[in-house]
């Protein structure tokens, strides 16, 4: 009886902890986009920023100087919504991964994506395959299926050996980085390498209201999916055979979810390049926060990857004025050490 209370009070506190994270993350990151989009170069109020928002979706509001709405809703915005869903969904897709594979060290480009889509994206910018404005985010997101697919060939039926998933995608990111690199130094234009290296940094200056709506689509799409799964991700947390003795079809589970984990992650490195360190240290400070049910612990780590590329790529705007850094390098900058804390703590180490 006893035992049974105190199971129903500590499951009652655990969700109402994750409820206030939750609402806390929804606030926080609403207003990380305000005060994102009013700065830069020329800052704009908040009540200018939502006033240009409102206008734009029909609200009986007069309109800010075409000047001022153009930085706002043609410029800022898009970027500021491209970096909440590109570090939400990196942040998703890196707990997933987590749990299936039960390696702490994975991340969204466990899979390869990442090298595949910096491979399809370097064909478009030096060889000239494809033309248009679609072409390059086309081009990597072609590179990252590929890849996939490849990681896909290597492990035929041996998909559920966790080893052999990490060992197959570090053998084809080594592949796909070799070929970049092999087109890079063979292009011999150092105006398309510097293009290239920037873009393979991470970058969210390209961003518009396409890719806005591409990766909001995977993302939310992704989201919606792994939480009707977060009980199966629960399960494979402890192993496939836990899953399978509780009744899920692991077999059929996780082909589904590792695809879907590579078509989020390779659209989002279509919008941006490879983000590191994102989808590696949010989900575990989300998991510090919330605990390590799937349900809550995935809105969570997107939320608060989402607020945390904003500021991000904020600070590369602004602190290193009037140069732009690509903002992968900022979360390089900010990830080791924190990673290196955390590697830290749960070693044990004085």
Known sequence: MTTAVLTAGGCRGAAARGALVLATGCVALALSVLAA????????????????????????????????????WNLRLPRVLLAALVGAGLAMCGAVLQAMTRNPLADPYLLGVSSGASTGAVSVLVLGFGAGVFALPVGAFAGALTAFACVLLLLGRS????????????????????????????????????????????????????????????????????????????ALAFGREVAAGVGFDVRRTEPLLYAVTAVVTGSLVAASGAIGFVGLLVPHAARMLTGGRHSVLLPSAALLGATFLVWADAATRTVFAPQELPVGVLTALIGVPVFAVLLRRRTGAP
């Open 159 to 234: 998909l559920g050996s966790t080893t052999r998933v990490v060992l197959a995608g570090v053998v084809v990111s080594q592949l796909f980085s070799a070929l970049t690199s092999l087109v890079v130094v063979l292009s011999g234009d150092a105006e398309r390498s510097r293009a290239v290296a920037f873009w393979l940094l991470g970058s969210l200056a390209s961003a518009n209201w396409t890719s806005v709506g591409i990766c909001a689509l995977t993302t939310t799409a992704g989201l919606v999916l792994f939480r009707l799964y977060a009980g199966h991700l629960d």
């Open 37 to 72: 989009v009013g700065v830069g170069s020329a800052d704009v109020p908040p009540l200018d920023v939502a006033r240009t928002v409102g206008v734009h979706l029909g609200a009986p509001w007069e309109a800010l100087p075409p000047l001022r709405d153009s930085i706002v």
